[in-house]
């Protein structure tokens, strides 16, 4: 009796200590995988506070979120994390997603033509703005131009005139309806058919069947809400310092293509919502329909662009991606819905490039792909133009000097040597205000917007350039002159 007694204790007492071994183990494979996700954290910490310092960067702020909770959150610079950005062209996204909520309640078709809601819309020929429908305008497939986007709005002319002023002017090339073309313009149009079929504001739409239910209350779409809150302090470069604090001005109807302003931690809620469409028990707002929509590419026309989101591979992974850009502002946000992974990146500089690097760097991390080094060299060869301007306006001073000190000598130089350098001299200056805004497709008033550093050194180097040409000419000291 006592041995089976025995027994049984020993069995028992086994039994103990092997849950108490499974435990202990459960418990040091967890700490294990808590010690590497702050590994990564802390990698991913560093790997953004030296791109941060590398560009100079005033303030950088990076959310990562995955399906059930943001996982990091963190801001480098003096800036606190609650701080309010404008997010730029990540805006769209809110606005194609305001539509088709619109769609869904039977209030407008995505498939119907633009003008069944503003009778105004109207190219050059209205045979081509007939066939634009809503959807076109939502894949940037309407033909509408680029550039057509980069105007502001006047306020002193009715804002209906002023789209169909613009739209009178359109005549896509080739019959370039269904092709892709990115256009700020087609958001804006959204925004202003958004207000038409509801009855209500852009903002107090997005507010009422967004932001609210979402929980996004530190996300506005008016710029009186946003001052009120209050935006981060933001800046321009100056060579490669960001030196020239900015005011970010902008009109309410250019909100829908590119002025919402948010933070880092309502964005990862917001991408967070996104990648849980399919739950309908968390998700009363954007149900599985919806985000297939909003993530699905104009693929039959060679587009990657869905609705406010950029479809396209990174290394195996499929990846929805969208970037912002203002005066003074540049974000990134993007989705890797196979990882269930969302990241927001924003600064309070304009520096898109930047925030591009660090989302590929933090996929690199999180991912566990090779590491790559990011080349600096676009970002100082392009800040390094007012010195190369600097030092056309210091031949021309000292040309002009000389000239004075000759007393303006003056000649018509006949010689054919002089002729040809005057030729290639004008076309010099000139190629610099011509090629640029062809090369950027933008124009030359937005570049001087949206990069002052860049815009006016082009403007310089024309004008000195050609002067200094003009000068060489007909300067009656050189040789060859009549």
Same mark, same amino acid.
């Given at each position: ?330 974000? *990134?946000?993007?989705? @890797?819905?196979? #990882?269930? /992974? !969302? &990241?927001? +990146? ?8 930047? %925030? ?97 550093? *860049?815009?006016?050194? @082009?403007?310089? #180097?024309? /004008? !000195? &350039?050609? +002067? ?8 009656? %000291? ?5």
């Amino acid at each position: 009796m006592n041995v089976r007694q025995n027994a049984r204790k020993l069995n028992k007492s086994m039994k103990y200590r092997k849950l108490i071994i499974l435990i202990f183990a459960l418990l040091f494979w967890a700490n294990g995988i808590s010690q590497n996700r702050q590994n990564v954290f802390n990698e991913i910490t560093e790997f953004i506070e030296k791109e941060r310092k590398s560009y100079n960067i005033p303030n950088v702020v990076v959310g990562i979120t995955n399906t059930d909770s943001i996982l990091y959150l963190q801001n480098f610079g003096k800036g606190e994390i609650d701080d309010l950005y404008l997010i730029g062209s990540n805006s769209k996204s809110f606005t194609a997603l305001a539509i088709l909520l619109l769609q869904e309640k039977g209030i407008l078709d995505i498939n119907l033509p633009v003008k069944n809601y503003l009778p105004w819309f109207k190219y050059k020929s209205s045979e081509q703005s007939d066939n634009v429908r809503i959807i076109d305008l939502l894949n940037h497939t309407s033909g509408i131009p680029r550039k057509s986007g980069m105007y502001e709005p006047n306020s002193n002319i009715e804002i209906k005139e002023y789209y169909a002023d613009i739209l009178e002017q359109i005549s896509p090339k080739n019959n370039n309806i269904g092709n892709y073309e990115y256009s700020n313009l087609n958001y804006q149009l959204l925004g202003l058919i958004i207000e038409q079929t509801s009855k209500k504001k852009y903002s107090e739409l997005l507010k009422n069947e967004v932001f609210e239910p979402l929980n996004l209350n530190k996300t506005f779409a008016t710029k009186n809400e946003t001052e009120q809150y209050g935006l981060i302090e933001s800046y321009q470069y100056l060579l490669y310092f960001p030196f020239l604090k900015k005011s970010v001005d902008y009109n309410d109807y250019t909100v829908s293509s590119g002025f919402i302003a948010s933070t880092a931690e309502n964005m990862c809620q917001y991408l967070k919502v996104l990648m849980n469409a399919k739950d309908t028990s968390q998700n009363l707002v954007v149900n599985q329909n919806i985000a297939n929509q909003l993530f699905k590419p104009r693929v039959e026309k060679g587009s990657a662009y869905g609705m406010g989101w950029e479809i396209r591979k990174w290394e195996e992974f499929e990846r929805f991606k969208h970037d912002g850009l203002t005066q003074s502002f540049s974000s *990134s946000m993007l989705i @890797l819905p196979e #990882l269930e /992974i !969302g &990241i927001v +990146i924003m600064t309070n500089v304009n520096n898109l490039p930047s %925030t591009i690097e660090m989302a590929d760097g933090i996929l690199r991390i999180l991912t566990d792909k090779e590491r790559v080094e990011y080349s600096k060299v676009g970002f100082y060869l392009r800040n390094s133009l007012p010195l190369f301007a600097l030092w056309v306006l210091i031949v021309l001073f000292f040309r002009i000097k000389q000239w004075i000190r000759l007393k303006f000598p003056i000649g018509i130089n006949k010689g054919v040597l002089s002729n040809m350098w005057l030729i290639i001299g004008v076309a010099f200056g000139l190629f610099w205000v011509i090629y640029f805004p062809v090369a950027f497709n933008t124009p030359l008033f937005a570049i001087i917007d949206y990069e002052p550093n *860049s815009g006016y050194s @082009l403007i310089t #180097l024309t /004008i !000195g &350039i050609i +002067i200094n040409s003009l000068i060489g000419y007909f300067n009656k %000291t050189r040789k060859h002159f009549a």
